[in-house]
């Protein structure tokens, strides 16, 4: 029989601050996010094409950066010093947004954000897979995953609270500013784990020799989240999809709100079944989800179905992307896997650029619903690839208890 209780194994309390972390910068970052595309489009009078421009290059940088920033702390060995570099830059550029007056301000503010992201990201993966118990390392990922989702169902619930008091956009997002700065000092209070110290000198992440350490079944996850990320593309096209159907700007956020509340929710439980299934068919209940949704979301006639669409959106959200960052985990080296997660980050930030710009391009073109199916289209070759797994995977661990 199996039990829900993590075999004798506490989550460590480093993990449980790495998601209160995420939880506060998650809860600025989407309050103002929620407001954003609405304000570029009704107030600044931007495109489609480039929202998904914008969308794409902010969320290409983040990932592209992460190769540099993971391979840099395997370097140092520390991956703390990083992450407070990262979560600063998204503080510092927090104060923009309320005060950019044209598309290209919110442009080099939310590309400067997107860095901060970048910087952070991989280093904090990896911090997670150095502390987490081999035997509940799906559920310390789906922890802070599901820590991180709650900031982001705050965040628009926040936004709309704020919109129906205030009803001034700019005052609602110096709001944002706050837990951004709370974040900062969490992370001064961090204690790192000590990991041995060796003299060895620094390797360009770009280099053939040290991807050559990577396995199949590595490069075989990169594939796979490659495909899936073409599949989904921003979510400030679920936001103007909701406006779109005719939901009042002051309860636009609602979109991100029940997205990241049904991502919340199964963010930990679908990191706990990869530790008992086998974590491609954990994720391919993701692809399914997410072909579900996009397919919702193109028909969606109504604000109700609307809605149900996004809560696809936010389950396959917590069915795919702890489960991803778990496979990475366990495919590469020990000493490599900040590498590993800077690596498979390059391919989903070059996939993310292409979906976001193909999705605004097919919107502006031939209207909402065929940018949904197309995205629907890309899950079905991820799943397709999916099926084609390496034989002997290094996830399938002999710990893990499950056939």
């Keep these: 029989m199996i039990s829900l209780l993590p075999r004798h194994h506490a989550i460590p309390g480093t993990i449980w601050t790495l998601g209160l972390v995420s939880l506060l910068m998650d809860l600025s970052s989407e309050l103002v996010h929620s407001l954003l595309p609405l304000f570029l489009v009704s107030t600044l009078g931007a495109s489609m094409l480039s929202i998904g421009l914008l969308e794409g290059l902010a969320e290409a940088t983040a990932l592209i950066v992460k190769i540099f920033s993971g391979a840099l702390s395997d370097h140092l060995g520390r991956r703390k010093g990083l992450l ?11 104060p923009l947004f309320p005060l950019a007056h044209s598309v290209e301000a919110v442009f080099v503010a939310r590309f400067v954000d997107r860095i901060g992201k970048g910087i952070r990201g991989a ?15 799906g559920a310390c990922f789906g922890l802070r995953q599901s820590m991180d989702t709650i900031g982001a169902f705050l965040g628009p619930l926040l936004a709309i609270l704020l919109m129906l008091w205030l009803d ?19 992370l001064l209070r961090l204690k790192e784990p000590a990991r041995p110290t060796e003299t060895r000198p620094f390797r360009s992440p770009i280099e053939w020799r040290a991807w050559r350490r990577f396995s199949r079944s590595y490069w075989w996850v ?16 679920l936001i103007l ?40 068919h954990v994720l391919a209940m993701g692809l399914l989800l997410l072909i579900a949704a996009d397919l919702l979301l193109a028909v969606a006639s109504s604000i109700p179905l609307m809605l149900c669409g996004a809560a696809l959106w936010g389950v396959h959200m917590g069915f795919s992307q702890g489960v991803l960052a778990t496979l ?3 495919s590469s080296p020990s000493e ?68």
């Design 84 to 94: 407070l570099l990262g979560y600063g830059l998204a503080a510092l550029t927090k």
């Design 123 to 137: 280093p904090r993966d990896a911090l997670v897979a150095d502390v987490a118990p081999p035997a509940i390392r």
């Design 168 to 186: 001034d956009l700019q005052s609602v997002l110096w709001v944002a500013v706050l837990p951004a700065l709370l974040v900062v000092l969490l």
């Design 222 to 237: 990169v594939a796979v989240g490659g495909l899936f990320t073409l599949a989904r593309f921003s979510e400030a096209f």
């Design 241 to 280: 999809r909701a406006q779109q159907l005719g939901l009042a700007s002051q309860w636009v956020p609602l979109v991100m709100v029940v997205m990241s509340l049904c991502y919340t929710l199964s963010a930990y439980p679908a990191g706990w079944l990869s530790d008992h299934l086998r974590r491609s």
């Design 328 to 330: 990475i985990a366990d």
């Design 336 to 403: 490599l896997k900040g590498t590993a997660f800077g690596l498979f980050n390059l391919v989903g930030g070059i996939c993310m650029l292409l979906a976001s710009v193909v999705a605004g391009a097919l919107w502006q073109g031939w209207g909402a619903a065929f940018t949904f199916y197309a995205g629907a289209g890309f899950a079905l070759l991820a799943l397709l690839l999916l099926s084609r797994r390496p034989r002997q995977a290094s996830w399938q661990q002999s710990q893990s208890g499950c056939d």
